[in-house]
């Protein structure tokens, strides 16, 4: 029995780096995997590489930053696979490396926009889905910086301690 057999998982920033490792892992251990992300070409080669290595996955498009893009998503994929066990809220970016009194209010909110808002987005539509499923799983990537500060990236240190 695999770990994950017939589990319908999203992963968000799911074509490349952390995302795509997870869900390579998730269709090999028996998941269906909605692969989601902004690039559709890299989603799309990573998800005919699950389909031909006897895994399940299908791309779909989604800004984590767009809810109304996320609530559609999240309702198609349910209607693709079935129910949703579990959303992997991975699509993060790093922003910009300046120190804090050069950063703009734009670069502030760019990070804001998909690393706090994208993850309350994606855990909001992911829910109810969850609960039709009668359990489940939100899985949220923190990182070290949500518990060490370092010189560099003060908006992502700031969104990585939320997460914590
Ligand atoms: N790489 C690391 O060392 C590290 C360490 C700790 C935590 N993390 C966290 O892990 C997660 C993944 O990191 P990674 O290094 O694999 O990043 P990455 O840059 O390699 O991949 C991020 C993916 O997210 C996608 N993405 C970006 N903005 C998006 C949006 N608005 N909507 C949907 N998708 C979007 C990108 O297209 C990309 O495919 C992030 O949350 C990151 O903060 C990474």
């Known amino acids: 029995m695999k770990r994950v057999e017939n589990k319908v998982v999203i992963v968000t920033g799911g074509a490349l780096g952390i995302g795509r490792e997870t869900c390579l892992l ?27 290595s006897g895994g399940e996955a299908k791309f779909w498009h989604l800004d984590v930053s767009d809810e109304k893009e996320v609530e559609k998503v999240y309702a198609e994929v349910v209607k693709e696979f079935g129910k949703l066990n579990a959303t992997v809220n991975n699509a993060g970016i790093a922003g910009v490396d300046k120190p804090t009194h050069d950063i703009t209010e734009k670069e502030w909110d760019s990070v804001m926009n998909v690393n706090v808002k994208g993850v309350f987005f994606c855990t909001k539509h992911a829910i109810p889905h969850l609960q039709k499923s009668g359990n489940g799983s939100i899985v949220n990537l923190s990182s070290i910086y949500g518990l060490v500060g370092a010189g560099d990236l003060p908006p992502y240190h700031l969104q990585k301690v939320q997460l914590e």
């Open 26 to 52: 998730l269709a090999k251990e028996g998941a269906k995997v909605a692969v989601t992300d902004l690039l559709a070409k890299e989603g799309q080669e990573l998800v005919e590489e699950v389909n031909l």
